[in-house]
């Protein structure tokens, strides 16, 4: 008897979507500034001194941030939705976790002090007058000696309820806290 959760792939389209567009902003930003940099090297400039330096290094430091931040979002998306490993996972040897990067872990029963369930509610502000808020799901799991595991299970395929029943089921004796 065993048990595996995965991400929805679904909820990373939207998010691989952003990164595109993001991307082709970045590709007409580019143009756009390659054209108006050219167009700037034709004033006359006293002896030497570029009095649009500061002009031409933000239209260069910019398409790179983004192109980054682009890349960073697109680059996440398509791992979730390509990558096949499974985010929580149960057997009778112990837990396997997928966690921030694509990091895996794997414990045994035994080597697992508790898991906890936790909400977490960022504020996102997109202008003066609406505020809203995004709440994440997070299973914490503490092994006996180390560092938790933190692992967002917002999107994956099973609810928290779902994972602890599965726990419970395969390892009873594993304390779960924050639930209910």
């Known amino acids: ?57 933000i239209f260069f430091i910019v398409p790179i941030l983004m192109t980054i931040i682009g890349l960073s979002t697109f680059g996440q998306a398509l791992l979730k939705i390509f990558y096949r490993k499974p985010v929580v996972a149960g057997d009778a040897q112990g837990l396997k976790l997928l966690g921030r990067w694509l990091k895996s872990y794997h414990l045994l029963w035994g080597d697992i002090d508790y898991v906890r369930h936790e909400y977490r509610t960022s504020h996102v502000r997109y202008n003066h007058s609406s505020n809203h808020f995004r709440q ?45």
């Not at 902003?25 to 700037?40: D, K, L, N, P, V």
């Not at 309820?161 to 594993?174: E, L, Q, S, W």
């Open 1 to 57: 008897m065993s048990f595996e959760y995965y991400y929805r792939k679904g909820q990373f389209i939207f998010q691989a979507l952003i990164g595109l567009f993001l991307l082709g902003f970045i590709a007409s930003w580019s143009f756009g500034a390659f054209t108006i940099i050219q167009g700037m090297s034709r004033f006359p400039r006293p002896s030497g001194a570029n009095p649009f330096f500061f002009i031409q290094a």
């Open 136 to 180: 994440s799901h997070w299973l914490i799991v503490k092994p006996k000696e180390g560092r938790a595991i933190e692992i967002d299970i917002a999107n994956i395929d099973g609810t928290i309820d779902d994972i602890v029943a599965d726990i419970k089921k395969m390892a009873p004796h594993v304390v779960v806290k924050g639930m209910g």
